[in-house]
Structure formats: structure tokens, C-alpha cells
């Protein structure tokens, strides 16, 4: 039924919905107590502070070239209705993929540029983070978590 897939959002946040194996408490028999039960079920989730980060600097890093590359087209087209300026073809696709191209970068480099601490606010420009996360970035990117 539709209605039931609407109601569970995967994918965006933590699960309401009860595990329905129970954890075994320690020193009932049932487990061992050298079990690590440091596992947080919020471990993967990122802090809405860092996630606020990320997007004013992707609205940046993104919204800067993408603005420029759609003011060239009425650029290009006064330049050749007005002025009566033969621009080749090429030209307009050349700034155009240059400028939109930027805005892509932007994407990720709005999100390696902010810091990823909660409580730490990171540079202007966000290259030491940037130079940080990089490697982090890649990693998730290819599918190696770090965690062995």
C-alpha cells in the first residue's frame, strides 16, 4: 500500500520505529560483559549545525558561478543582436561549461569546507578544512569507511 511506504522516511534521520531484538542487560548470563556497548545508533548522523554550515557555504561556492555563468547568455545574446558582435558558437559554450562546471565543484567543495565540528565555526574560505576533509571526503566517496 502507498500509504504505508509514506510513512516510513528512510534515510532521513534516526528510526522511530522499536528494534524488536532486545539488547540483553549485563551480568544476566545472557551476554558477556566484555562486550562493547558503546554503540550509538546516532553515530552516523550529522549535527544540524554542521549540516546549516554546509549548505550557506554550498549556497555560496554554488550560487556565485552558477549567477555568473546565466548572466554570459544575455551577456552573448546583446553582444550579438545589439552590437551586431559575430561571437562564434563555441565561446558561449566554453564560459558556460567553465562557469557551470565551477558551480558543480561547488557542491562538494561547500561541504569539505566547512568544519565538521559542532563546535568549532572553521575559516572564511574553509581551506584548512578543506585540505582536512579532503581525504575523508574520497574515502566515503569510495566506499572505504576507515573502520576495520
Same mark, same amino acid.
Do not use: C, H
Given at each position: ?15 522511530? +520505529?522499536?528494534?524488536?531484538? !532486545? +539488547? #540483553?542487560? +549485563? ?37 556565485? #558561478? ?7 547568455? #544575455? ?9 551586431? =558582435?559575430?561571437?562564434?558558437? $563555441?565561446?558561449?559554450? =566554453? ?20 568544519? $565538521? ?14 585540505? !582536512?576533509? $579532503? #581525504? ?10 576507515? +573502520? !576495520?
Amino acid at each position: 500500500m502507498v500509504i504505508s511506504s509514506l510513512k516510513s522516511p528512510r534515510g532521513f534521520g534516526p528510526s522511530t +520505529k522499536k528494534s524488536k531484538t !532486545k +539488547k #540483553p542487560k +549485563k551480568g544476566d548470563g545472557t551476554a558477556s560483559d566484555d562486550e562493547d556497548d558503546d554503540y550509538d545508533p546516532d553515530e552516523g548522523i550529522i549535527p544540524e549545525v554542521v549540516t546549516n554550515r554546509m549548505m550557506s557555504r554550498m549556497a555560496f561556492s554554488v550560487g556565485i #558561478p552558477l549567477f555568473i555563468g546565466l548572466l554570459f547568455f #544575455p551577456f552573448f545574446y546583446y553582444l550579438k543582436v545589439v552590437l551586431k =558582435i559575430d561571437v562564434p558558437t $563555441w565561446v558561449p559554450f =566554453i564560459v558556460s561549461f567553465f562557469f557551470f562546471g565551477s558551480a558543480l565543484l561547488g557542491v562538494s567543495y561547500g561541504i569539505v569546507s566547512s568544519s $565538521w565540528d559542532p563546535l568549532r565555526e572553521g575559516s572564511l574560505l574553509g581551506w584548512n578544512e578543506a585540505q !582536512k576533509n $579532503w #581525504p575523508v571526503f574520497w574515502q566515503s566517496l569510495w566506499g572505504r569507511s576507515g +573502520k !576495520k
